[in-house]
């Protein structure tokens, strides 16, 4: 087993997620929330490729380990949540959370939409992803296309600023499965 494996097996509570853009934004908002990081509370976030869910998830059934997966719904929830992990769902310690809204398929479009007001960025989360004020002038489709294609980088942007931003509601949903 690898270095995750054991990390997995070896946590008490534990949060599986895609990538590290949705581990920082996770831990951005656990922050927000709580005034410190997810670790001091037991809460270890590790990143794993969205294929290897189904094998932590073996691990977190011999184990009856809680486990929370937070994974994109790629456009299509029946087939890429229901289906993908139907012998999971049903599981009391399995969690999955996910954006209901098949629009907002990954992480990116998700956080855009939750920090515009009529369809356009606010200034607070032009200035939390901006680095020496370079989003404060840019469009909807240009942030959303920096989103894109600089998945960590906007990411780190936003853990590392002292500007606030709102966060969708599955990522707190995921926060409050620890409460």
């Known amino acids: ?3 995750d494996t054991l ?3 070896l946590a ?3 949060i599986l997620v895609e990538g590290p853009t949705d581990e920082m934004i996770l831990e951005r908002c656990y922050l927000d929330d709580k005034g410190h990081l997810p670790l001091v509370d037991g809460i270890d976030i590790i ?3 969205s294929l290897a869910f189904k094998r932590y998830c073996d691990i977190a059934v011999l184990l009856s380990k809680k486990t929370v997966i937070i994974t994109d719904n790629d456009g299509d929830i029946q087939k890429n949540i229901q289906e993908k992990y139907a012998d999971y769902l049903n599981k009391d310690y399995l969690v999955f959370i996910y954006e209901k809204d ?3 398929n990954t992480i990116e479009p998700s956080v855009l939409a939750v920090n515009c007001i009529n369809s356009e960025p606010t200034e607070s989360f032009k200035a939390a992803i ?4 370079s ?3 840019k469009s909807y489709s240009e942030i959303k296309l920096f989103m894109e294609n ?8 936003v853990f590392d600023s002292t500007t606030k931003i709102v966060y969708p509601r599955y990522i707190h949903d995921a926060i409050k499965q620890f409460d």
């Open 135 to 137: 989003m404060i002038n």
């Open 150 to 157: 600089n998945k960590t980088e906007w990411a780190f942007r």
């Open 102 to 104: 098949e629009d907002l």
């Open 130 to 133: 901006s680095k020496n004020n």
């Open 1 to 3: 087993p690898g270095y």
């Open 47 to 49: 990143v794993v490729d």
């Open 12 to 14: 008490k509570k534990v």
């Open 7 to 9: 990390r997995f097996v």
